[in-house]
């Protein structure tokens, strides 16, 4: 199969790459700003004519979740006009396509873990709307489509919370870190694996929803903890109320992704302690 992958210079997008030799029966071509604009319907057609492409991963998003607040329009570009290019690509070209979400899509006040039919009316913010925007306007594209809902990515690439803890730790003795938020760290590599194993297993009848972050609860506090212990990095972490650490974007409380459903085809789901022992090995080998 050849694969195009949008975003590829992203945390997924990179993230796959470095799978991709795992994958040996699929030739994978990874796009990015500037030379492929996901809202460019001609560009991205020429690309799928000119490589014979047989499916679509999009992992091109706008994730800068505060700066949405005060750029709604831009956002909405990207996450909502670019993905409606791809399915309108997808459907005249007969193209299986994989859609990546996010738990922003929910209100953030649930107390067990979220499952794919649970109500998304009250999405968090500019990032949350644009993201369920395009959820719903994939379901009804008239395509075969799969949607992963993800949460907390992070990996050795780019910019992302476990890097911020290790880049903070470096001149500070002391860090505050938000408790009182609830989630599922995941670990891009173990994402991007998942992703080719359900494109693996025929997508076809429309559109599908899965969840899916690494197995196990924790809060960013004790993500931190983790992180400082595994690297031995001798530092006080400070538990932080939300409201201690105001943000332009409200956060979900709680975003615990139920993963029954991608478990179910298959699907391996690692404990989150024993992906981020992995993700740090790869950032000390780097």
């Given at each position: ?16 790459s470095k799978i991709s030799n795992k994958f040996p ?66 459907k005249k070209y007969d193209l299986k396509f994989i ?98 194993n359900i494109l693996d297993l025929g997508i076809k ?82």
């Open positions: 199969m050849n694969i195009l992958v949008t975003g590829g210079n992203g945390q997924l997008g990179r993230s796959l029966n699929h030739k994978f071509f990874f796009t990015d700003l500037p030379e492929s604009d996901i809202t460019k319907e001609e560009t991205i057609s020429e690309i799928v004519k000119k490589n014979d492409i047989n499916a679509i991963i999009n992992c091109a998003a706008y994730t800068a979740v505060d700066k949405a607040e005060s750029e709604p329009d831009i956002a909405r570009q990207v996450n909502v006009i670019g993905p409606r290019v791809l399915a309108r690509i997808c859609h990546i979400s996010t738990d922003y899509v929910f209100d953030g006040e649930s107390n067990v873990p979220l499952l794919e039919t649970d109500s998304c009316d009250n999405p968090i913010g500019v990032y949350g709307q644009t993201k369920r925007d395009a959820e719903e306007m994939i379901a009804l594209a008239g395509i075969d489509s799969v949607i992963i809902r993800t949460a907390w990515l992070y990996s050795e690439f780019g910019n992302n919370f476990l890097k911020t803890m290790l880049r903070l730790a470096q001149d500070r003795n002391e860090i505050g870190v938000i408790f009182d938020q609830i989630g599922s760290p995941t670990y891009a590599p173990d994402l991007a694996c998942a992703i080719i009848n429309g559109c599908e929803l899965y969840h899916y972050s690494n197995e196990g609860i924790c809060s960013w506090y004790d993500f931190a903890k983790e992180i400082f212990d595994i690297s031995n990095i001798d530092i006080e972490v400070k538990p932080l109320h939300t409201y201690e650490y105001l943000t332009p974007a409200k956060r979900p409380k709680y975003s615990v992704l139920d993963k029954s459903k991608i478990k179910a085809l298959g699907i391996q789901v690692p404990y989150w302690k024993i992906s981020l022992k992995t993700c740090l090995n790869e950032l000390n080998k780097q």
